[in-house]
């Protein structure tokens, strides 16, 4: 089983389950990728008369594809497929793909497939030893060779194993390489909905899966120019040439998929055929086309297709690589980041000067050849790059960067120079929005205009800002719509570009309250401005440039329903500001230090040989032609010693290869010996089956004599059995005639017995309906009687009498129970008596403690008042005595009257004073009485308005008292 065209998703698996002859199978879960392999084989074992039956009432195979979320544990039906039974042979037939059915969800976009063939084998035990015929080997693996395929992950060896431990000997090296791509940003359609947000913030990346492990690559943020630096995958396999072509064939091509964040931009597929020529060492290398995922056809030109250049090599190890790989317990998949870095020395970094030792232009040249894993710097790489080109290519580098710290920017050019294709032209392109009128939407519309064409080397949406208020029938000028574009690109890719690809406007309403509203596209052809004529323009560097423009209006469209809804006018404005020249990679690099002295030549003819003697004395001082002198031995040092080290390392690998070539010949006299005898043994083997097949064959010719003599004697007996069994049918069906006639006159005796007895049921009817008249004349006359009155009088006495009965009891229950609850009453009122009693007794002493705490503050205020009155009169007195006591010398007598006056006004006070207090001293033991009475009596409490007034009674009269 394998499938083809599923969506890839993250943390999901595939699993294929089947019910058939009452027995459920499913295969293993596998990874949820766009090419899912099962590698697992699903048989039933069942009689020739059960599959017989299976075969004659057509009995379907459903097959279910199952996808299980392992995030959060759920499973669902993606698809499923029928299978007719019939269709299996015993001779192994092509697999078929068939389309998943009902599906839904991400699988409505391209069906997904199943390959599946299906074969009938027949057990080993079942064929007769006398039955031998000579078969070719089925192609298919049998029922218990079903996981001989399977991958397996060898955690002790750190490698994948293909097939089975005594088969599966050899060591092979897989590695997928991704060195660069081009043209990636036409993965970009003009048409998509445009986001907020930036895609490049994220990073692209290219991914695939070797053996269900997922690899990327390290990011890169620009399109036009993608840089990123070259990767390898490598992954140890242990498996044989068999099982390995075996398992490439049913996996014809690896997918590299392209990535924005999650989002799949581009999918190249890979075949790996190539890998099944020669499996000592052999590679896939080219460039391979990206398609979009929902792209069916390929693209025209490859000068405009985007394309990622892949290597894929498989290699044999040799023992030795084996063991050292072994030893080093290295993992079974390792990416190799082939950086560019070099490494300084420490001395080197303290003067800034840019040293390079040895053994870092050794591991860099390792890392250009793209040396295979575990291989040490001393083989020989696998590889068809130059050593020479590569160590010239490494010391260009070296001399370049060394040379910038020192120079004014002259790799700067030499690198620009690099990616500078030949023919290339600097374009300007102009895109102006004009106006839009006639917009016919059905509302208020506040709208903008937004667009982005990835191609001119942005893909950030162009937004006009502000939105404008256009209402129908309406002109309107959009602000801020002028955009200009500056890039570089041969006139070819520039029109196939424009041409295949239009600019698409939309046009979007802003709500204040609720999200944004595409209304409408309008489709622009940038094609249209190159079909202009040109018109020359002068440049500010001297040169000629051509200029082309148009002005054209279009029609927009509705987002919903295809019909016009307005117009758009659009000014197209293209500048060929002439060819971008490569700079002179010679001259970029020479340093500042010739130029001077060009300069200084040129001028000679105005100095005199003394100013000329100063000059050049002045000019060796200078610190640029200090360095540029110390620049140069360095490099004829750093030569040197870099040649005398390489012809060392070749005499090395010389040697190294005069060893492999010794191995290697006498394995292959190994090979060829064991060769040799398995072909002898064959030879014998062959040559014995050729005289048992002889043998055979005289069997087989008296065994068919012996056969047609058998028939005939058979046929005789057939015969003979055929005409006894005629004349058995003849006598039985002659009796069955003659008792069916018996049987008939029973059943006209049986019909007249049955007429006779229903005449008899109907006179017993009859009689029976007389009978009951009768009865219900009885009946009548016996109820007329006076004796039926009397005893229907007595029937009814005895109800009321039973009726009578139970209520008497009824009341005797409820009196005892009344009874009862009589007896409860009277204790409980005994107890609440008890209990009044206990609380009035409580309340009357809390009474007499109050009637008392009063009274004691009555006679302090009493005789605080007395005292008070006293000395107030004692000061009026006083006050009076000394008024008269100048009176008292004129005249005694008058003196003797007044003191009289005097105390008799003071016994009349004192007096009435006394009545006063006792009169106020009854009238509050009177309320205070009153309220005590009226609180024992149980009728009133202490928030009842009567019992508030009377303790604001009493409280006003011990007022006036004090």
Same mark, same amino acid.
């Given at each position: 089983?394998?499938?083809?065209?599923?969506?890839?998703?993250?943390?999901?698996?595939?699993?294929?389950?089947?019910?058939?002859?009452?027995?459920?199978?499913?295969?293993?879960?596998? @990874?949820?990728?766009?090419?899912?392999?099962?590698?697992?084989?699903?048989?039933? $074992?069942?009689?020739?008369?059960?599959?017989?039956?299976?075969?004659?009432?057509?009995?379907?195979?459903?097959?279910?594809?199952?996808?299980?979320?392992?995030?959060?544990?759920?499973?669902?039906?993606?698809?499923?497929?029928?299978?007719?039974?019939?269709?299996?042979?015993?001779?192994?037939?092509?697999?078929?793909?068939?389309?998943?059915?009902?599906?839904?969800?991400?699988?409505?976009?391209?069906?997904?497939?199943?390959?599946?063939?299906?074969?009938?084998?027949?057990?080993?035990?079942?064929?007769?030893?006398n039955?031998? +015929?000579a078969?070719?080997?089925?192609? =298919?693996?049998?029922?218990?060779?079903?996981?001989k395929?399977?991958?397996?992950?060898?955690s002790?060896?750190?490698?994948?194993?293909?097939?089975?431990?005594?088969?599966?000997?050899?060591?092979?090296?897989?590695?997928?390489?991704?060195?660069?791509g081009?043209?990636?940003?036409?993965?970009?359609?003009? #048409?998509?909905?445009?986001?907020?947000?930036?895609?490049?913030?994220? @990073?692209? =990346?290219?991914?695939?899966?070797i053996?269900?492990n997922?690899?990327?690559?390290?990011?890169?943020?620009?399109l036009?120019?993608?840089?990123?630096?070259?990767?390898?995958?490598?992954?140890?396999?242990?498996?044989?040439?068999?099982?390995?072509?075996?398992?490439?064939?049913?996996?014809?091509?690896?997918?590299?998929?392209?990535?924005?964040?999650?989002?799949?931009?581009?999918v190249?597929?890979?075949?790996?055929?190539?890998?099944?020529?020669?499996?000592?060492?052999?590679?896939?290398?080219?460039?391979?086309?990206?398609?979009?995922?929902?792209?069916?056809?390929?693209?025209?030109?490859?000068?405009?297709?985007?394309?990622?250049?892949?290597?894929?090599?498989?290699?044999?190890?040799?023992?030795?690589?084996?063991?050292?790989?072994?030893?080093?317990?290295?993992?079974?998949?390792?990416?190799?980041?082939?950086?560019?870095?070099?490494?300084?020395? @420490?001395?080197?970094?303290?003067?800034?000067?840019?040293?390079?030792?040895?053994?870092?232009?050794?591991?860099?040249?390792?890392?250009?050849?793209?040396d295979?894993?575990?291989?040490? *710097?001393?083989?020989?790489?696998?590889?068809?790059?130059?050593?020479?080109? /590569?160590?010239?290519?490494?010391?260009?580098?070296?001399?370049?960067?060394?040379?910038?710290?020192?120079?004014?920017?002259?790799?700067?050019?030499?690198?620009?120079?690099?990616?500078?294709?030949?023919?290339?032209?600097?374009?300007?392109?102009?895109?102006?929005?004009?106006?839009?009128?006639?917009?016919?939407?059905?509302?208020?519309?506040?709208?903008?205009?937004? =667009?982005?064409?990835?191609?001119?080397?942005?893909?950030?949406?162009?937004?006009?800002?502000?939105p404008?208020?256009?209402?129908?029938?309406?002109?309107?000028?959009?602000?801020?719509?002028?955009?200009?574009?500056?890039?570089?690109?041969?006139?070819?890719?520039?029109?196939?570009?424009?041409?295949?690809?239009?600019?698409?406007?939309?046009?979007?309403?802003r709500?204040?309250?609720?999200?944004?509203?595409?209304?409408?596209?309008?489709?622009? &052809?940038?094609a249209?401005?190159?079909?202009?004529?040109?018109?020359?323009?002068? *440049?500010?560097?001297?040169?000629?440039?051509?200029?082309?423009?148009?002005?054209?209006?279009?029609?927009? !469209?509705?987002?919903?329903? #295809?019909?016009?809804? @307005?117009?758009?006018?659009i000014?197209?404005?293209?500048?060929?500001?002439?060819?971008?020249?490569?700079?002179?990679?010679?001259?970029?690099?020479?340093?500042?230090?010739?130029?001077?002295?060009?300069?200084?030549?040129?001028?000679?003819?105005?100095?005199?040989?003394?100013?000329?003697?100063?000059?050049?004395?002045?000019?060796?001082?200078?610190?640029?032609?200090?360095?540029?002198?110390?620049?140069?031995?360095?490099?004829?040092?750093?030569?040197?010693?870099?040649?005398?080290?390489?012809?060392?390392?070749e005499?090395?690998?010389?040697?190294?290869?005069?060893?492999?070539?010794?191995?290697?010949?006498?394995?292959?006299?190994? *090979?060829?010996?064991?060769?040799?005898?398995?072909?002898?043994?064959? !030879?014998?083997?062959?040559? +014995?089956?050729i005289?048992?097949?002889?043998?055979?064959?005289?069997?087989? !010719?008296?065994?068919?004599?012996?056969? &047609?003599?058998?028939?005939?004697?058979?046929?005789?007996?057939?015969?003979?059995?055929?005409?006894?069994?005629?004349?058995?049918?003849?006598?039985?069906?002659?009796?069955?005639?003659?008792?069916?006639?018996?049987?008939?006159?029973?059943?006209?005796?049986?019909?007249?017995?049955?007429?006779?007895?229903?005449?008899?049921?109907?006179? /017993?009817?009859?009689?029976?309906?007389?009978?009951?008249?009768?009865?219900?004349?009885?009946?009548?006359?016996?109820?007329?009687?006076?004796?039926?009155? *009397?005893r229907?009088?007595?029937?009814?006495l005895?109800?009321e009498?039973?009726e009578?009965?139970?209520k008497?009891?009824?009341?005797?229950?409820?009196?005892?129970?009344?009874?009862?609850?009589?007896?409860?009453?009277?204790?409980?009122?005994?107890?609440?008596?008890?209990?009044?009693?206990?609380?009035?007794?409580?309340?009357?002493?809390?009474?007499?403690?109050?009637?008392?705490?009063?009274?004691?503050?009555?006679?302090?205020? $009493?005789?605080?008042?007395?005292?008070?009155?006293?000395?107030?009169?004692?000061?009026?007195?006083?006050?009076?005595?000394?008024?008269?006591?100048?009176?008292?010398?004129?005249?005694?007598?008058?003196?003797?009257?007044?003191?009289?006056?005097?105390?008799?006004?003071?016994?009349?006070?004192?007096?009435?004073?006394?009545?006063?207090?006792?009169?106020?001293?009854?009238?509050?033991?009177?309320?205070?009485?009153?309220?005590?009475?009226?609180?024992?009596?149980?009728?009133?409490?202490?928030?009842?308005?009567?019992?508030?007034?009377?303790?604001?009674?009493?409280?006003?009269?011990?007022?006036?008292?004090?």
């Amino acid at each position: 089983l394998k499938g083809r065209y599923f969506p890839r998703l993250q943390n999901h698996q595939l699993t294929v389950e089947t019910k058939f002859d009452g027995e459920s199978m499913s295969t293993d879960p596998v @990874g949820h990728t766009s090419s899912p392999f099962f590698g697992t084989e699903l048989a039933w $074992e069942m009689d020739k008369k059960a599959l017989h039956q299976h075969r004659m009432q057509r009995t379907p195979i459903k097959l279910q594809c199952i996808v299980e979320d392992l995030s959060i544990g759920t499973r669902e039906v993606a698809g499923y497929i029928m299978l007719d039974l019939r269709m299996a042979q015993k001779k192994p037939q092509k697999a078929i793909w068939y389309p998943l059915l009902s599906t839904s969800g991400n699988y409505k976009k391209r069906k997904p497939e199943l390959q599946v063939m299906m074969t009938l084998e027949s057990e080993a035990n079942e064929d007769n030893e006398n039955n031998f +015929t000579a078969q070719p080997l089925p192609k =298919y693996l049998h029922k218990n060779q079903k996981r001989k395929h399977a991958i397996i992950i060898n955690s002790e060896g750190f490698f994948f194993q293909i097939g089975p431990n005594k088969r599966a000997a050899d060591h092979f090296l897989l590695s997928l390489s991704i060195l660069y791509g081009k043209n990636l940003i036409q993965l970009i359609p003009s #048409s998509a909905r445009l986001s907020e947000k930036n895609p490049s913030v994220a @990073g692209y =990346y290219f991914r695939y899966y070797i053996f269900d492990n997922e690899i990327t690559n390290m990011y890169f943020y620009d399109l036009l120019n993608p840089e990123f630096k070259p990767e390898r995958a490598s992954v140890r396999l242990r498996s044989n040439p068999e099982y390995l072509i075996n398992y490439f064939s049913r996996n014809p091509a690896i997918e590299i998929d392209l990535c924005c964040g999650q989002q799949v931009l581009g999918v190249a597929q890979v075949p790996t055929q190539g890998l099944l020529q020669k499996l000592g060492s052999t590679a896939v290398d080219g460039m391979f086309h990206l398609l979009m995922p929902n792209q069916l056809t390929p693209w025209d030109s490859d000068a405009v297709a985007p394309a990622v250049s892949v290597t894929i090599t498989l290699r044999r190890l040799s023992q030795s690589t084996e063991t050292q790989a072994s030893k080093s317990k290295s993992n079974e998949m390792t990416v190799d980041r082939e950086n560019q870095g070099k490494r300084e020395d @420490g001395q080197a970094k303290e003067k800034n000067q840019p040293i390079y030792s040895i053994k870092s232009i050794e591991e860099n040249i390792k890392t250009v050849v793209l040396d295979d894993e575990g291989q040490k *710097l001393g083989e020989k790489p696998h590889s068809t790059y130059d050593i020479s080109t /590569a160590v010239n290519q490494y010391l260009d580098e070296n001399n370049a960067k060394a040379t910038t710290s020192v120079l004014t920017g002259s790799n700067q050019y030499q690198a620009i120079a690099a990616r500078i294709e030949q023919g290339q032209h600097h374009y300007r392109f102009t895109i102006d929005l004009r106006t839009i009128r006639n917009l016919n939407v059905g509302f208020y519309c506040n709208c903008f205009l937004r =667009y982005t064409y990835p191609y001119f080397g942005s893909s950030s949406p162009i937004i006009t800002a502000p939105p404008i208020e256009i209402t129908r029938n309406m002109e309107a000028r959009l602000p801020n719509s002028h955009c200009t574009f500056n890039f570089a690109c041969t006139p070819k890719m520039l029109r196939d570009t424009t041409t295949n690809t239009p600019l698409m406007v939309e046009v979007w309403h802003r709500d204040k309250v609720s999200n944004d509203v595409l209304m409408g596209l309008a489709q622009i &052809s940038l094609a249209e401005v190159l079909q202009c004529d040109k018109q020359k323009i002068s *440049l500010s560097t001297g040169s000629v440039g051509y200029k082309q423009s148009v002005k054209r209006t279009t029609h927009i !469209t509705s987002s919903s329903e #295809s019909k016009r809804i @307005g117009n758009l006018d659009i000014i197209l404005e293209l500048d060929d500001l002439g060819e971008v020249l490569k700079p002179d990679t010679t001259a970029s690099r020479s340093s500042d230090v010739p130029s001077i002295a060009a300069n200084a030549h040129n001028q000679t003819d105005t100095y005199n040989h003394s100013d000329v003697d100063q000059f050049e004395k002045h000019y060796r001082e200078t610190p640029q032609y200090q360095a540029a002198l110390e620049l140069e031995i360095w490099k004829e040092k750093q030569k040197d010693l870099f040649l005398a080290e390489l012809k060392k390392k070749e005499e090395e690998y010389m040697r190294l290869m005069a060893q492999e070539w010794k191995q290697r010949d006498s394995e292959r006299e190994i *090979l060829v010996r064991k060769k040799v005898d398995e072909y002898t043994k064959l !030879t014998d083997k062959l040559k +014995t089956s050729i005289a048992d097949l002889e043998k055979r064959e005289r069997q087989l !010719t008296l065994g068919e004599n012996e056969l &047609s003599r058998l028939r005939d004697e058979i046929q005789r007996e057939l015969q003979l059995k055929l005409n006894e069994m005629n004349e058995a049918s003849r006598r039985f069906q002659e009796d069955c005639e003659h008792r069916v006639t018996l049987e008939r006159a029973k059943v006209l005796d049986l019909e007249e017995q049955k007429q006779k007895l229903f005449a008899d049921l109907k006179e /017993a009817e009859n009689r029976y309906r007389e009978r009951e008249s009768d009865f219900d004349k009885y009946k009548n006359q016996q109820n007329s009687k006076p004796e039926a009155q *009397l005893r229907a009088d007595i029937n009814m006495l005895t109800l009321e009498k039973v009726e009578l009965q139970r209520k008497l009891d009824a009341t005797i229950k409820s009196k005892q129970h009344y009874k009862e609850q009589w007896s409860e009453a009277l204790k409980e009122l005994a107890r609440l008596r008890e209990r009044e009693r206990v609380n009035e007794k409580t309340r009357l002493q809390k009474q007499a403690r109050e009637l008392e705490h009063l009274r004691l503050r009555y006679l302090a205020q $009493e005789e605080k008042g007395v005292m008070k009155n006293d000395k107030n009169e004692l000061e009026t007195l006083k006050e009076e005595i000394k008024s008269l006591a100048t009176s008292i010398r004129q005249t005694g007598h008058k003196t003797q009257e007044l003191s009289t006056e005097l105390k008799e006004k003071q016994k009349k006070q004192a007096i009435a004073a006394e009545v006063n207090q006792e009169e106020l001293e009854q009238q509050i033991a009177r309320l205070i009485e009153e309220r005590d009475t009226l609180m024992s009596a149980g009728a009133y409490t202490v928030d009842d308005k009567i019992i508030r007034e009377l303790d604001k009674n009493i409280r006003d009269t011990l007022a006036r008292q004090a």
